[in-house]
């Protein structure tokens, strides 16, 4: 595609509940990140895909988080039982390699009531 | 580990003045250092980048010197103008650690005529 996709755009939850999110990388790109962005805290890093090689899972904040990339294409980012703190934007990005640059998705508005 | 320190914000300032952004990082390897900027209601971009001590990234009259001594890459501009009202995260990848681009907190430019 023309630039990241990320999916949706919004998404509206209760406590308790699990919640999947989307990225569709541009084609070609081998890198894949996860970051989330909250008023206060900045951008913040979760995972990062780079190839074949296994994903860095340093920035995931709990075992609630999870990460899979499939085909070395699209990634689904699954938060479980969500709480009220989880609430942010998740942001999706792509690149060639670690030396090139990001593109960014729109990312996910993710609200838990 | 790597980490990212900058100024906190806002900054305010009128249309015409200088422009600094402070920007530290701390790497315990030979890290990329970029300037990326989210302009309201738009997803984030690279704004600019050095690869190595001493290059000096520039871009829509925005410029940042990669300084390896005061481990540092502030971003400066002669003359702001209304349109540079954005969140700029500076960031930095440890490409030989493999490490993901890990991003400051972002320092919020408010511009007016």
């Known amino acids: 595609g023309a630039g990241v996709s990320q999916s949706p755009s919004n998404k509206v939850t209760e406590k308790g509940k699990d919640v999947e999110l989307r990225c569709d990388p541009i084609?070609?790109?081998?890198?894949l990140y996860w970051y989330r962005q909250s008023l206060g805290q900045g951008l913040e890093f979760l995972i990062y895909?780079?190839?074949?090689?296994?994903?860095?899972k340093s920035g995931l904040p709990s075992d609630r988080f999870s990460a899979e990339r499939t085909g070395g294409s699209v990634s689904t980012l699954t938060i479980q039982r969500t709480q009220q703190e989880d609430s942010a934007v998740y942001l999706c990005?792509?690149?060639?390699?670690?030396?090139?640059?990001?593109?960014f998705g729109s990312g996910t508005q993710l609200s838990v009531l | 580990g790597n980490s990212v320190t900058q100024m906190e914000g806002p900054v305010t300032l009128s249309e015409e003045a200088f422009l600094t952004i402070n920007c530290t990082y701390t790497?315990?390897?030979?890290?990329?250092l970029f300037w990326y900027v989210q302009y309201p209601g738009e997803g984030l971009q690279l704004l600019l980048k050095?690869?190595?001590?001493?290059d000096k990234g520039s871009n829509k009259g925005f410029e940042a010197t990669y300084r390896k001594e005061t481990t540092s890459f502030h971003l400066e501009k002669g003359s702001v103008q209304v349109s540079d009202s954005a969140v700029y995260f500076c960031a930095l990848s440890d490409s030989q650690a493999g490490t993901a681009l890990i991003f400051g907190k972002g320092t919020t430019l408010s511009v007016s005529s």
């Open positions: 084609s070609g790109h081998t890198a």
């Open positions: 790497a315990t390897g030979y890290p990329s």
């Open positions: 895909f780079q190839g074949n090689s296994a994903p860095d």
């Open positions: 990005a792509s690149s060639l390699d670690t030396l090139t640059k990001l593109f």
């Open positions: 050095a690869t190595k001590a001493d």
